[in-house]
């Protein structure tokens, strides 16, 4: 079996994440780069090198947050740990899964959160441990449940909405060319559920309000900037009628 390395780069972050973030691609990208080392700016004595962090350790942390951050340290080091790649990804936020190992073993739950990364999934108010959180000094600590991922490979199994049980799936067509998960044990469609479309702007993509600073979808077809061979300058000069009437003096060169 091929295994990949989790430490992956940005082209790597699953396409649920970017859904869910709503963000420009160069958006997150910028908030991932951790530079290691780079020449002196503004320096003529070096010439512009820089030297960015080319591997990423990702958790249960968005990739744009303050957690994955502190994970992603220039000088922290993580363990390598190996992800078996998934070409069509079946789990999303809001169907109902069966655990298969556990405390929980036999349960069903819902999917709270996706983490296509490492191929996780959190069950709401399911395999949960406690954990300690430290408060400032002089202050008592605080215990609370933390729902731990599982694996969809081996851990989780999805629920058939006909009879409440638990099957392994696969991606199928309809007459009408729609793609479909369907239930390899009784051959019924399993929908995808709505909490699905749910991003970090809005529930659906129905109840979304606009605001002033989004953009319409009429301003996409406005032609907004025409490109002519002119400096910033000459066209700032043309704009506004200046006209250089001066007469540059001679230059020597020794």
């Given at each position: 079996m091929r295994l990949t390395n989790c430490l992956n780069d940005f082209k790597k972050i699953g396409e649920l994440t970017k859904k869910y973030a709503n963000l420009p691609d160069s958006y997150i990208k910028r908030s991932m780069e951790r530079v290691v080392w780079k020449t002196p700016q503004n320096?003529?004595?070096y010439l512009p090198r820089v030297v960015k962090k080319k591997k990423y350790h990702f958790?249960?942390?968005?990739p744009w947050s303050i957690g994955f951050s502190a994970d992603n340290?220039?000088?922290s080091v993580k363990p390598k740990v190996f992800v078996e790649p998934i070409k069509e990804w079946s789990f999303f936020k809001g169907d109902r899964v069966e655990i298969l190992v556990g405390p929980d073993k036999g349960k069903q739950g819902i999917v709270g959160n996706v983490i296509q990364e490492?191929?996780?999934v959190i069950v709401?108010?399911?395999n949960c441990e406690i954990e300690e959180v430290s408060h400032y000094k002089g202050h008592l600590s605080m215990i609370q449940m933390q729902e731990k991922p599982l694996l969809v490979t081996?851990?989780?199994?999805l629920v058939d909405p006909s009879d409440l049980q638990g099957c392994t799936v696969e991606w199928r067509y309809t007459e009408a060319g729609e793609k479909v998960r369907v239930s390899t044990r009784t051959g019924k469609i399993i929908p995808i559920p709505s909490l699905a479309q749910e991003t970090y702007d809005y529930k659906t993509p129905k109840t979304y309000k606009e605001s002033e600073k989004d953009t319409r979808e009429e301003d996409l077809t406005e032609i907004t900037f025409a490109p002519s061979l002119k400096t910033f300058e000459m066209d700032i000069m043309e704009n506004m009628g200046i006209k250089e009437d001066r007469v540059a003096?001679?230059?020597?060169?020794?």
């Open positions: 320096n003529p004595r958790s249960t942390h968005r340290n220039v000088n490492r191929n996780w709401d108010g399911l081996s851990e989780v199994s003096a001679p230059t020597y060169w020794y």
